[in-house]
C-alpha cells in the first residue's frame, strides 16, 4: 500500500478499507509515515469525514497500537468514567469512592490537565504523599482490596493516538467527530474497563459548544464502544459555568471531600450521584432504580468518604492532611468585588478556567509545573443576587505579581443583570 493512495481515496470521499486503516496506523506507530503524509490524510478525513465502519476501526487499530491493560483478573465489575474536560470538574475524585463503596472497581488511568482544564492527576498529587505511579503488581493490588485505583496514564497507552494528537493540535484537524471520538476511546479501551460511562461536556469552558454537537459526539462514541464489545452510555452536560465552587488542585479535592460528606454544591452532587449510579448499574448489572438507591445511601451513610479514605491511603495519600481546614488555603489571597448590585446572570466557564491558568492552577505547555494552591473559589453563582462591594470570588496563588491579570480576567467573566435568569439543567440527554 501507498499513503499517497489513501490520501487520495479519502479526498475523494471514499471509505476506506480496514487493512488501510491498520497500515495507516502501523504507520503512523513506527514512524515510516511522514509527518506531512499523516497530516494531508487527516485534513482529508476532515473534510469528507469516516463512516461508521472506518471510525470503530481507526479506534480498534490505535487501542492496539500500544498496550492494551488486562483488568480480567478484577471481575466484570470493572467500569471507568471518562469526561471530555471541564473547569472544576472533580467529579472522579467523587464518582470513584462512591461507585467503589457500591461493589464496582474503578481501576483507571487518567491524564494531566492542559489549559484550562483540570487534570486528575494533577489533583490528586496536591495531597501530601499521594502516588499516581505505581507497579503493576500495586495497582492491581490496591485495585482488588479498595476497589479503587487511579494512575498516571502511560506513555504505550495508544501511541498512535498521541502522534495524531500532536500533528491534529497544529494543522486545524480538531473538529473532526470521528477523530474525537476514536482519540477518547482508543485510550478508554486500551485501559481495559469492561464498562464506561462517558461524560461529554458542552459549552464555553469545553470543547464542544452546543448540546447538539455534544450528543453527535456522544452517540458516536457510544456506537463505537458498544461495537467493540463495552458497555457504554454517554451523559451530555453543562459546562457554560464552572462545575462547583472550586477551580484548582487542592482546593477541589477539597470539595470533593465536602460531596461526599454531604455538603457539597447541589449542581455537582447532582451529577455525580447521576454518573456514579450509571456506572454501579453497568457495571453490577442492577436496575437503575436499584442503583441510584445503592449510590444514595452510600453518599447520606459516609461509606463514599470512608472509600476515598482508604484510596487515598493506599497510594501514600495523607489523608488527615486534606480533612485540615488549611489544606488549600494559599500563601498569597485576594477577593474579587462585585462592581454593582444586582442578579448573577452568568460566570462564563472559559474565563475563570483561564483566569486559574493565570494564577498557576493550569499549564499553557506540557513542561509546565503546577502550584497546588492556586486557583478561584466562586462565592457566587449563577442566578444568585449580589451587591455591589460584595465579595463574588477568592484568588489564590503562590505569586502575588500574577493576581492583577487573573483578577481582571475573572471579573469580565461575571455578568450582572436586573432580572433572575433561567437554569439549565445539568444533565442535558443521556445516551445509551
Not at 192 to 204: E, H, P, Q, R
Request: net charge neutral; glycine share 10%; proline share 3%.
Amino acid at each position: 500500500m501507498r499513503t499517497y493512495d489513501l490520501i487520495q481515496k479519502k479526498k475523494e470521499g471514499l471509505a476506506l478499507t480496514k487493512e488501510e486503516i491498520a497500515f495507516f496506523v502501523r504507520g503512523v506507530t513506527d514512524g515510516s509515515i511522514p509527518d506531512y503524509q499523516i497530516s494531508a490524510l487527516l485534513m482529508a478525513i476532515c473534510l469528507r469525514g469516516m463512516n461508521g465502519e472506518e471510525t470503530a476501526t481507526l479506534t480498534y487499530e490505535m487501542m492496539h497500537s500500544g498496550d492494551v491493560v488486562d483488568l480480567s483478573v478484577l471481575g466484570e465489575g470493572t467500569v471507568d468514567k471518562h469526561s471530555t474536560g471541564g473547569v472544576g470538574d472533580k467529579t472522579t475524585l467523587i464518582v470513584a469512592p462512591l461507585a467503589a463503596a457500591c461493589g464496582a472497581t474503578v481501576a483507571k488511568m487518567s491524564g494531566r490537565g492542559l489549559g484550562f482544564t483540570g487534570g486528575t492527576v494533577d489533583k490528586m498529587e496536591s495531597v501530601p504523599g499521594m502516588r499516581v505511579s505505581l507497579s503493576s503488581d500495586e495497582f492491581f493490588r490496591i485495585a482488588k482490596n479498595r476497589r479503587i485505583c487511579v494512575v498516571g496514564q502511560s506513555g504505550s497507552l495508544a501511541p498512535a493516538d498521541k502522534k495524531l494528537y500532536a500533528l491534529r493540535d497544529v494543522t486545524a484537524t480538531i473538529d473532526s467527530i470521528s477523530l474525537i471520538a476514536s482519540s477518547i476511546l482508543s485510550k478508554k479501551l486500551a485501559s481495559g474497563a469492561k464498562n464506561i460511562v462517558l461524560d461529554v461536556k458542552y459549552g464555553s469552558g469545553a470543547f464542544m459548544k452546543t448540546p447538539e454537537e455534544a450528543k453527535r459526539l456522544a452517540e458516536e462514541m457510544v456506537r463505537i464502544g458498544t461495537a467493540l464489545g463495552r458497555r457504554i452510555c454517554a451523559f451530555i452536560t453543562d459546562m457554560d459555568e464552572p462545575l462547583g465552587y472550586a477551580v484548582g488542585n487542592a482546593s477541589e479535592v477539597k470539595e470533593a471531600v465536602e460531596v461526599l460528606s454531604g455538603r457539597g454544591e447541589a449542581r455537582l452532587t447532582e451529577l455525580c450521584l447521576a454518573l456514579a449510579s450509571r456506572m454501579v448499574a453497568l457495571s453490577l448489572s442492577l436496575p437503575a432504580e436499584e442503583a441510584e438507591a445503592r449510590v444514595a445511601e452510600a453518599l447520606s451513610s459516609g461509606a463514599g468518604l470512608r472509600a476515598m479514605e482508604g484510596w487515598f491511603t493506599a497510594q501514600g495519600g495523607d489523608f488527615s492532611a486534606v480533612l485540615q481546614k488549611d489544606f488549600a488555603k494559599a500563601s498569597c489571597e485576594e477577593e474579587l468585588l462585585s462592581p454593582q448590585s444586582g442578579i448573577l446572570s452568568s460566570v462564563d466557564a472559559l474565563g475563570v478556567g483561564r483566569a486559574s491558568c493565570l494564577l498557576g492552577a493550569g499549564r499553557e505547555k506540557k513542561e509546565d509545573i503546577i502550584d497546588p494552591l492556586a486557583g478561584v473559589y466562586l462565592k457566587k453563582r449563577r442566578g444568585d443576587s449580589v451587591k455591589k462591594g460584595e465579595p463574588i470570588a477568592l484568588l489564590s496563588c503562590s505569586d502575588p505579581a500574577r493576581l492583577p491579570a487573573a483578577k481582571e480576567l475573572l471579573l469580565s467573566s461575571f455578568q450582572i443583570g436586573a432580572e433572575p435568569v433561567p437554569l439549565r439543567p445539568t444533565v442535558y440527554a443521556i445516551v445509551e
